[in-house]
């Protein structure tokens, strides 16, 4: 019994941490404290949604390694902290929260048993519904994105701290810092490598002309966090990969949000999705010219 309550502790808090790609215990109790610092009602509803993610895979009896790795708990979270994000809190918030927390929970389950590279669209996918069906007169009300930071002057520091801080949906430079140095703790060069992307894709939304207040609040660059953590490595190739794929996140992003769509972390996953045939491509190329020189 004893064993079961540790194990599902430490699941519910790396779940926290692989909403930035960190099966990190340290890093999930740091993420939690960063949302509860930015907003409570916030770090009540990652919290309960977490739980319910991972109570869920435990009842469908998917893989305790995966459960274990908190694989279960980033989707979840995300969900129910956009949930309370978009909308005031009712009683068909709090049902779709934890409705949907399954069902994330449940699409991840099946991602994983075929091997599908889904990162986060379970939560997007889910999310899109609720954002959907939620809007139904009555049923809940808009809220003002008022988590997002109205500053007139920022320099790149500050708006790094922003990037880090919108993958939860957290507006304040603190909870940006904070998840930063979570990711640190867990994985340094994922964490530079995410700080870099920020720059790059800072750089192509000011080079667009985009907003400057959403470019400085970190709206167009949280998605390059992901990447840059997610194909971060030691090799050369790995940063022409983060290159690539931040390009990609962020023109994405730009055409997603001018045409009206509430983007999350989908071009995140569209830039991973992406970076699939190129990475076979190369590892096709690099076998072959292996072969050339042994034979040569």
């Known amino acids: 019994m004893k064993n079961n309550i540790l194990a599902f502790i430490k699941a519910f808090f790396k779940g926290f941490g692989q909403i930035m790609l960190q099966g990190n215990i340290w890093t999930g109790i740091l993420f939690i404290g960063a949302i509860i610092y930015d907003s409570a009602l916030m770090g009540f509803a990652g919290i309960l949604a977490n739980i319910v993610g991972v109570l869920t895979a435990k009842l469908m009896k998917f893989d305790e390694d995966h459960i274990n790795d908190g694989l279960f708990g980033f989707n979840a979270t995300l969900y129910g902290i956009a949930l309370v994000f978009y909308f005031q809190t009712n009683v068909w918030v709090w049902g779709a929260l934890i409705v949907g927390s399954a069902l994330t929970t449940i699409l991840m389950g099946f991602a994983l048993k075929k091997n599908l590279p889904v990162f986060t669209f379970p939560f997007i996918l889910i999310t899109w519904i609720a954002l959907y069906v939620l809007s139904i007169p009555e049923l809940a009300l808009r809220t003002v994105p008022e988590h997002f930071v109205d500053i007139q002057e920022m320099d790149d520091f500050l708006i790094e701290g922003h990037a880090f801080g919108q993958v939860i949906f957290q507006g304040s430079l603190i909870a940006g810092l904070i998840f930063f140095i979570g990711v640190f703790l867990s994985n340094p060069m994922g964490a530079l490598y995410g700080f870099a992307a920020v720059i790059i894709s800072v750089y192509i939304s000011h080079h667009g002309h985009e907003s400057a207040d959403m470019t400085n609040n970190g709206i167009f660059s949280f998605n390059a966090v992901l990447v840059g953590i997610a194909l971060s490595g030691p090799r ?34 569209f830039a991973m999705w992406a970076m699939q045939p190129v990475k076979l491509i190369d590892k096709w190329l690099v076998n072959k010219f292996s072969s050339a020189e042994g034979t040569s």
């Open 236 to 269: 050369v190739r790995d940063g022409v990969y983060v290159l690539i794929a931040v390009i990609i996140a962020t023109y994405f992003d730009h055409f997603l949000i001018h045409h009206g769509w509430t983007t999350l972390t989908f071009p995140f996953v």
